[in-house]
């Protein structure tokens, strides 16, 4: 019976989390802003150093661990080869330009902090990639994920996500005692041997006909379980052979994304993983240390904007230098400024194999943490830049009232809003001392004509002295 009752807890904690996730997320959504941050406050909230509602985060870490496995089968399924190869040239000398800029960073930390070589590795993957998520949706508020600009941060954050495998296979086969750093450039090689055979196949042939497709077509269930058995079992092989699993399901979501079953698989497993994908974000939430981020706010908090600013410079460098517009570099730099979520599987990955140490590892998914959660911030700079950058203004002062025109505005209505009630205040406050004044002198006529002395009347008809 206590087990019992132990297990009705741990569902209770968990119900009231996903209910204050969803809230929070509704909220956000509610503000146009990415419902994710909603999520990954709700986690900070409700987690072990927040409110303590959820002590044991086992659970829900085994349910994110499942939705980082079906958001890469869904990216990969989602991943249209042709498109990508045509910004393929673009998006791997960016994203080859992010990682080599964070390895510098990395071993700057290593500098100034004295860790060791394998941490700045890791330190530098976990900087280098963006949100998909986050910039997607920033990219959409702005309605330009369709236009040139989101083609091409589409096409780098693509890129990143590919990139992740060989990093998530690299930070697995690590140790902190010793690396055979031999096997783990043989896994990366066969890794990315299969990765580019995959999409040169499916480049140049059509797509593969599924058995008895017309016949599950309709089947729902099916259709879903299905997908999903495919996706765990490559991820099953894939984990066995000493790759990392999320690479196995990547490669099956390629495989079904490039088959006659792809527009009706897709807008069945999307629900799953959307579920699953607000879990992994709870997760990162409860991954959160307040205890840290309060004890070291500063270093948190200066490191989040040092990486947030860097990360832009540096991507609209990138992009302007391999041929984007400046409109386009702008929009899609700041797009992908934040760090993404891959980082916390990475950091998670080095702290389980004993090779980020445990400052490293909670300095890393605070500023991870801080830089999503910045991201609404993001979007309003974004929106400023861009109609700067539209106008093409090179006076700053003018720049800085097209940028702030509604606030301005919103302050000249406020002011002159306040003078029409000051003034209708101070014609009141006259209007009320006057009929007191005219108060205050009837009554003291009144009273002096009550104090007055009265003269007898004489009678009528009285003889007049």
């Known amino acids: 019976m206590e087990g019992a009752s132990a297990h009705t807890g741990e569902l209770i904690s968990i119900?009231?989390?996903i209910a204050v996730a969803a809230l929070l997320g509704l909220g956000f959504?509610?503000?146009?802003?990415?419902?994710?941050?909603?999520?990954?406050?709700?986690?900070?909230a409700l987690g072990p150093t927040g409110a303590g509602l959820i002590a044991n985060s086992s659970n829900v870490s085994l349910l994110?661990?499942?939705?980082?496995?079906?958001?890469?089968?869904f990216i990969g399924m989602e991943l249209s080869i042709k498109a990508f190869v045509l910004t393929l040239r673009q998006a791997l000398l960016v994203t080859g330009g992010q990682i080599g800029a964070a390895m510098v960073a990395g071993l700057l930390i290593v500098l100034v902090t004295g860790a060791s070589l394998s941490e700045a590795v890791i330190m530098g993957f976990i900087i280098a990639l963006s949100s998909t998520v986050v910039a997607m949706k920033m990219l959409e508020d702005m309605k330009v994920l369709r236009g040139e600009p989101g083609r091409v941060a589409i096409g780098v954050l693509i890129a990143q996500d590919i990139a992740v495998v060989p990093m998530l296979i690299f930070v697995s086969s690590m140790s902190g005692d010793s690396t055979d750093y031999g096997a783990v450039i043989l896994r990366m090689a066969v890794a990315v041997g299969l990765l580019g055979g995959l999409l040169w196949w499916f480049g140049r042939h059509s797509k593969i006909r599924v058995p008895y497709a017309n016949e599950i077509s309709e089947k729902i269930e099916l259709l879903a379980l299905g997908s999903l058995a495919v996706c765990f079992a490559a991820a099953s092989i894939s984990g066995l052979m000493g790759l990392s699993p999320v690479y196995g399901a990547f490669l099956a979501g390629i495989v079904i994304g490039n088959s006659t079953l792809r527009s009706r698989v897709i807008p069945v497993i999307e629900p799953i993983q959307s579920i699953l994908l607000v879990v992994f974000f709870l997760s990162i939430g409860l991954l959160i240390d307040l205890d840290f981020i309060w004890a070291h706010i500063w270093q948190v908090l200066a490191a989040s904007i040092i990486v947030v600013a860097?990360?832009?410079?540096?991507?609209?460098?990138?992009?302007?230098?391999?041929g984007a517009k400046p409109e386009t570099a702008l929009i899609a730099g700041l797009s992908m400024a934040q760090i993404g979520e891959f980082s916390f599987v990475l950091a998670s990955a080095g702290f389980a194999s004993g090779v980020l140490g445990g400052d490293l590892y909670r300095l890393s998914i605070a500023v991870t943490a801080v830089s999503l959660l910045m991201s609404p911030l993001w979007v309003s700079i974004m929106h400023r830049l861009?109609?700067?950058?539209?106008?093409?203004?090179?006076?700053?002062?003018?720049?800085?009232?097209?940028?702030?025109?509604?606030?301005?505005?919103d302050m000249q209505r406020g002011g002159a809003a306040l003078f029409k009630v000051k003034h209708s205040v101070n014609v009141r406050y006259r209007a009320v001392r006057k009929a007191a004044y005219l108060r205050r002198a009837g009554k003291s006529a009144k009273a002096a004509r009550h104090d007055a002395p009265k003269t007898e009347e004489k009678p009528s008809g009285a003889p007049v002295e």
């Open 15 to 17: 119900a009231a989390v």
């Open 29 to 44: 959504m509610r503000l146009r802003q990415p419902p994710l941050v909603g999520f990954i406050l709700a986690g900070v």
């Open 64 to 73: 994110a661990e499942m939705g980082v496995v079906v958001l890469l089968f």
């Open 310 to 322: 860097a990360k832009s410079i540096l991507n609209i460098f990138l992009l302007r230098r391999t």
């Open 386 to 409: 861009e109609g700067i950058a539209a106008k093409g203004l090179e006076n700053y002062r003018e720049a800085l009232s097209e940028a702030y025109a509604e606030e301005l505005q």
